[in-house]
């Protein structure tokens, strides 16, 4: 059954929507939106490292991902004008990336492939990478969930009540590491951060409470990846980017909804 | 034995030194207030003892098991995160349904369990704050500078809303206020902080202050009370140092 490409991708996408979208609710609760697109660009110089050395390329992204968090998370941590900053490494650690994909010695790379993703060529090794991050991503958001929210909140307040603020940001750095890790070969490094925030705040005007808003963003970010493969068969555009559009245009209907909604509950 | 010691207690703040030497203790069922300018170390002292700040030098000593409740001075909530004011008193533990109307009860605010956080009031967001540090009885209540964004009768409400508390759970409370002038007429002991510990005393009743008056004439029923402090003397001979400088006054 897995020997169909088709159904292969959508599980591929499906796997990245379901755990990108509660993740990419703590990413923008906790305005991280460029600390996620740092990350993710990074995961080209990742693909570098990996063809230098012989690595598989997910664990060379997973190991440049992860560094790129830590190195961030510590800098912002404290303070130097956060927002400048994760700008630069953000677009730096994209351009170093592709001159360090072009520097190495002998090889002709498809350099769009890791850029935009290429899911209709997943393998069923690439699937269960996939869905072995996305459950391990899931599965740390899910252990840790009360303590993320705590100390997204207020780190003083998580502290008071016994809790370590500081372990927290680690999880969420180490689970926004392995995302970058997983979804490269799906929407590619240029896009991931997209599927982290675009579902997520596509969500926001239908929830009342943290949990709902994790899982209208799951259901969105499915609809997406499924919605975006079709069309991308459909009109042959690439898919990675179609699934990013067609997330956009779910956005574009939410935020006109919640812009009518007062007016419609007077109505009402 | 106190709840809170501190033993000659350094802290640095962004690689300053923000508060030197301290010497401090808090016992059972009493309301300290910390008073002192911007700056002057008392919100690194309160993140040091609810253990956020780890001390440069010198020692903490917290009672077995104390239980801490902490109202921090400002808690930005993003407007990206749906929350209830039920879902964010159950962070981060799950807490019983008779519990949380109890502590919103206590904290005066018993009608706002399903309203979301973001549209509430300066003033009953506050008080959810305190419900939420109500919730597991603490031993010790800490408030920092709780009063920050209300206006005059917003704060005298709120500090009575204190007293009741304590008298309610018999918690110790340490806060802190921004405003050298105005601190809670039912404080124990005033600390006054300037980089290091200036003074410490009880606050007198001058209930006839002029200056009282004209701040608040009687309206506060008698929550709020005038401390007054000059900090214009020289540091380095600290210890004794304000003493002769500062009055005391307070409302009857």
């Given at each position: 059954?897995?020997d ?9 996408g ?23 697109d ?6 080209l ?26 190195v ?148 969105l ?48 | ?114 309203r ?42 709120f ?60 309206g506060?029923q ?31």
């Amino acid at each position: 059954m897995l020997d169909d490409f088709i159904l292969r991708a959508a599980l591929a996408g499906l796997g990245v929507a379901l755990a990108a979208a509660p993740l990419g609710c703590f990413v923008i609760w906790r305005r991280m939106a460029y600390f996620g697109d740092a990350t993710s660009h990074a995961a080209l110089l990742g693909v570098a490292l990996a063809l230098a050395t012989d690595l598989p390329i997910t664990a060379g992204v997973l190991l440049v991902a992860l560094v790129m968090a830590l190195v961030i998370s510590t800098l912002s941590g404290r303070n130097v004008s956060a927002d400048a900053l994760l700008g630069v490494m953000a677009h730096s650690a994209l351009a170093l990336g592709l001159v360090a994909v072009s520097l190495l010695p002998g090889q002709r790379v498809d350099l769009s492939s890791y850029l935009f993703g290429e899911i209709l060529a997943v393998t069923r090794f690439d699937l269960g990478v996939i869905w072995g991050g996305a459950v391990a991503v899931a599965l740390l958001l899910a252990w840790r969930w009360s303590a993320l929210l705590a100390a997204t909140l207020n780190p003083d307040l998580a502290q008071a009540a016994g809790g370590n603020p500081r372990r927290e940001q680690l999880i969420l750095t180490l689970a926004l590491a392995i995302m970058v890790a997983v979804a490269i070969k799906v929407v590619g490094a240029l896009l991931i951060a997209a599927m982290l925030i675009i579902p997520a705040a596509t969500a926001r005007p239908f929830a009342r409470t943290p949990e709902t808003m994790a899982f209208w963003a799951m259901g969105l970010g499915a609809v997406a990846a499924l919605g975006g493969l079709l069309a991308s068969l459909e009109f042959d555009t690439p898919t990675g980017p179609s699934i990013v559009s067609i997330a956009a245009g779910l956005f574009a209907l939410s935020s006109a909804f919640s812009a009518a909604l007062p007016a419609l509950r007077r109505r009402g | 034995m106190s709840l809170i010691n501190t033993r000659g207690l350094t802290l640095r703040h962004d690689g300053q030194i923000a508060l030197r030497d301290v010497n401090f203790n808090i016992d059972a069922g009493e309301i300290v207030t910390i008073v002192g300018p911007n700056g002057s170390g008392k919100s690194s002292l309160l993140r040091a003892l609810i253990g956020a700040l780890k001390p440069a030098a010198g020692k903490i000593t917290r009672k077995p098991g104390l239980r801490i409740g902490y109202v921090p001075q400002k808690l930005q909530i993003d407007a990206t995160l749906p929350l209830t004011v039920r879902r964010f008193i159950n962070l981060p533990r799950r807490q019983k349904p008779e519990a949380i109307r109890g502590a919103l009860a206590t904290a005066g605010v018993p009608e706002l369990a399903e309203r979301q956080m973001v549209d509430l009031s300066g003033g009953q967001f506050q008080r959810v704050l305190l419900a939420r540090a109500l919730l597991e009885r603490p031993d010790l209540l800490i408030l920092d500078e709780a009063t920050q964004g209300l206006d005059q009768p917003g704060s005298a409400a709120f500090y009575r809303q204190i007293e009741a508390v304590r008298q309610d759970l018999g918690c110790a409370v340490l806060m802190v206020s921004h405003d050298l002038h105005v601190v809670m007429a039912a404080s124990d002991r005033v600390l006054c902080l300037n980089g290091h510990v200036c003074c410490e005393g009880t606050p007198e009743t001058v209930s006839e202050a002029p200056e009282y008056r004209a701040l608040f004439g009687s309206g506060t029923q008698g929550a709020l009370a005038l401390y007054r402090h000059d900090h214009d003397h020289h540091h380095h001979h600290h210890g004794a140092a304000c003493d002769g400088h500062h009055q005391e006054t307070e409302n009857a």
